[in-house]
């Protein structure tokens, strides 16, 4: 049996004389919860709704379950796919209640009732299954959208944007309980977001999405320590870019000292080149002894940790972490040093 649940070859989708999606591929792992991550208009919408089948394409090809499902001028219909989807706007039947609502996507009356009953209570719905989609607030009916996908038990789930509408709090809570579903219906999941946190947090794979092409895929870890571009780096994590010079392939001066580069995403880069180091703001340490000496900006509280722009020279100002125990004021001076164990990602100088 074929590996992969899904699998995209360079598929490109039009709408009207729009082309939105121009040249996706990737492949989903059966069981697996793959995160598709972009900017807003970067095409995540349209890519679900050409998996979903509602979409057609105007090139490439699309395999569900090593089956063809589409090809320019043919699609297989959405309900010959077993494929369930959460729209970004619930689409929840207005006229029945929450429990209504979700019954709508078992496929029997009676086989899956507490299978039902289970959801419920697992998407923290219990007290609101006789109210009806406008009674509920935008994370409420969320949640009911996903009860109603999930009691259906697809082969695949495609899921737009699903924490959208959830505070912080519930984000987490419902972010847990949902993993833990799908890893116990064997559901393979494609889960649309533009949030960083989210996709890094539940996903053991995710592809970057901008300007309807796939720009790099693979283990959140990989997104995160090896960006492929200057815009994936950006887009993953908070961090800055620091100015440095090429030593060599695998060295670069920068006003912090000597590190480790990789330049792999890079090409053509010599010897004295600048090039832009990508710095996540925890491989930026204070060192009151042997640190350099630069200016801090401002500081952002966050709950675990403190967030501290620092100004090192003209060029370059960079973010840092703290420890929330560490006091100074703004325009005071600090003495850094970049953490000498981590290669950094360098990327052709601007
Ligand atoms: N029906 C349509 N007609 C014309 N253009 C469309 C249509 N639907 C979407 N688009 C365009 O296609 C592009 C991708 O839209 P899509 O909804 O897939 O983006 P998205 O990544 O899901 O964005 P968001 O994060 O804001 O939901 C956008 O530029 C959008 O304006
Ligand atoms: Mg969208």
């Known amino acids: 049996m074929n590996q992969f649940a899904i699998q995209a070859i360079q598929v490109g989708s039009c709408i009207g004389k729009n082309n939105i999606l121009k ?96 959801l419920i209570k697992k998407l923290h719905l219990s007290h609101l299954v006789n109210r009806h989609p406008h009674e509920l607030s935008g994370g409420q009916q969320q949640r009911t959208a996903l009860a109603r996908a999930l009691v259906a038990d697809p082969d695949v789930l495609l899921l737009d944007e699903p924490f959208a509408n959830l505070n912080q709090d519930l984000q987490i809570e419902v972010g847990i ?59 993953i994590s908070r961090g800055s870019f620091i100015k440095a010079r090429c030593i060599n392939q695998h060295k670069a001066e920068t006003p912090l000292g000597t590190i480790n580069i990789d330049l792999a995403h890079t090409s053509d880069v010599e010897s004295g080149d600048c090039v832009d180091i990508w710095l996540h703001p925890e491989d930026v340490q204070i060192d009151a002894e042997n640190g350099r000496c630069v200016d801090i900006l401002q500081q952002s509280w966050r709950p675990l940790d403190l967030l501290i722009k620092v100004r090192i020279d003209q060029n370059n100002e960079i973010l840092m972490k703290a420890d929330q125990q560490f006091r100074a004021r703004q325009s005071e001076k600090l003495q850094i040093k970049l953490n000498e164990h981590v290669t950094y990602s360098a990327f052709s100088g601007t």
């Open 23 to 118: 040249n996706v591929s990737f492949d989903v792992c059966r069981e697996s919860l793959t995160s598709i991550l972009g900017p807003s208009g970067s095409g995540k919408t349209t890519l679900l709704n050409t998996i979903a089948g509602f979409q057609p394409v105007c090139k490439g090809e699309l395999y569900i379950n090593g089956k063809l499902v589409n090809r320019k001028g043919f699609t297989v219909a959405p309900d010959k796919r077993n494929v369930g989807m959460v729209f970004q706007d619930h689409a929840l039947f207005p006229h029945l209640t929450v429990y209504e609502n979700i019954r709508t996507g078992l496929k029997t009356n009676t086989s899956s009732d507490n299978h039902l009953k289970r």
């Open 177 to 235: 309980e949902l993993v833990d579903i799908l890893k116990q219906q064997k559901t393979t999941t494609i889960m649309v977001t533009h949030d960083q946190n989210d996709a890094m947090a539940i996903s053991d794979h995710i592809v970057m999405l901008m300007d309807g092409t796939d720009i790099q895929s693979g283990s959140p870890d990989s997104l995160y320590h090896k960006p492929s571009t200057r815009e994936v780096a950006a887009f």
